[in-house]
């Protein structure tokens, strides 16, 4: 994008479109992607990790675990995944602030390769406990980069194309999941001998994305606004635009700097980022963080996750013989990243909050529809609620839900939002994984009307509470969340705002996909729990 063009003139694919698609490839390889990979590939070598852990412990002390036992102990593996991801949300900002997006995303695979070796050594060692620590650090990885990689992407992109570049986080991770679907076949990797190497696979997307991410530039908008260097922002700006830095962008980001410089001032603190502490006592965010706890809450509570792993007994009484249920179920993973690329040209079109609201409003029907056809044993009816329902949770609250912290907060709350909301959404992973086979055991056919009420919930409140973004300067955004909750006063400094030119608007007109000819995936969460019911 040049600077001399005019706002309103669509451009052809520029130098810079090919830099910034590049980056986002190279960022997402070993980020989101990793997290829907990783999520994806535990399902494959469950019972032979179990006969590992049975197999273990016999030879330890002479006496085999009962089923109870080893499913506990699988339990134990697959929710540190989940920990290690909470652990590392709560990383994720102050590495982001002291050593960059781009550097944050480059340490954060120091946690997967150690992961990969401790799950490669497991066997040999005839260790359970290689296994759960590797779990652990390869759900850190994720943490991270599931906060991390949205920042970089949103602080990079220019702002007609931030809301379909973030989304491309979603993306990803769903290919990230079939992918992992697609290697955990027992043709390729998902078989008794080659269990460790596929656990270990994920450290090729990271050796890929250590090779190629450094030649990509830093976020401009942390190098101006939490460095203050604005020489090496107007180089990355360049770089990411394909000749010069945009004036206006840049006018913008100036702007924005000196606007927090003044807040700093006159709340006397001396640090331009935020603390998560900060934000929950702070009056004027208190609607915007509580409206990204909500979205990132539901999307973990909503059961998508759960309705995977029913998938299996759902197939399987539909009479589709086990050894082939494994394919059927690549066809949900590929549901999703159909939805999640379908979503990503949508975004800028239809806007975040229908997406959203929409999403889960589609969800509502297809979780009562779900459980009438699961009383009524009617098997097809069931297997095509499993793929509306991941097709719905694709459009909408896969891909929206982690937009939105980069969209409504500032430079200085971004990093301490996103530690918010991921915690909230690796907390929920681990509260449904945990819960879920007793929800099942408790209701029976009933069991996913839980999830019916926080998809209800959800739609409600978040069509209350949240406006739309698309198109949108920050200052526009905070006005119309002080209109809908009723907030009077005016905030210093982002009153009188001039309006950015319009080819600056957040969410206008392109989508990621039309950057690149190789639409990339996104998350497939039902393999995300990883339990047996």
Known sequence: MNSTEEPGEPSKPSRGDRTLALAVCSAAI??????????SIINAPTSYIQSFINATYMERWGISLEAPQVTLMWTLIVSAFSLGGLLGALLAGPLAVRFGRKNSLLLNNSFLFVGAVLVLASRVAKSIEMILFARFLVGINSGVSMNVQPMYFG?????????????SSAVFTAFGI?????????????????????????ALPGLIQLLTLPWFPESPRYLLIDRGDKEACVRALGRLRGGEAPV????????????????????????SAKTPWTLFKDPDLRCQLRTVMAASSAMMLCGNDSIYFYAYYIFLAAGIPPAKIQYITIGTGASELIASILSNLLIERVGRRYLLVGGY??????????????????????????????LSFGLGPAGVTGILPAEIFDQAARPAAYMVAGSCMWIGLFLVGMLFPFIVRTLGDFCFLPFLAVCLVSAVFLGLTLPETKGKTLAEITAEFDSKNGVKKERSGMQGEEPIGEDYQLGKACSFTSLTQDPDAKPDPGLRLGIDI
């Open 178 to 202: 079939f992918l992992g679907q697609i290697v955990g076949l027992t043709e390729l990797l998902g078989t008794e001998p080659l269990w460790p190497y596929l656990l270990a696979s994920n």
């Open 248 to 271: 206006l962008e840049m006018e913008e980001m100036l702007q924005e700097q000196q606007q927090q410089k003044s807040a700093a001032l006159d709340s006397g603190s001396t640090g």
């Open 155 to 167: 602080e990079s992109a220019p702002k007609h194309l931030r809301g379909a570049v973030a989304f």
């Open 30 to 39: 070993g980020g989101t992607f990793q997290y829907g990979y990783n999520i």
């Open 361 to 390: 409003s589609l969800m509502c029907i297809w979780t009562v529809v779900f459980t009438v056809a699961l009383n009524l044993q009617m098997a097809y009816l069931s297997m095509a609620c499993v793929f509306a329902y991941i």
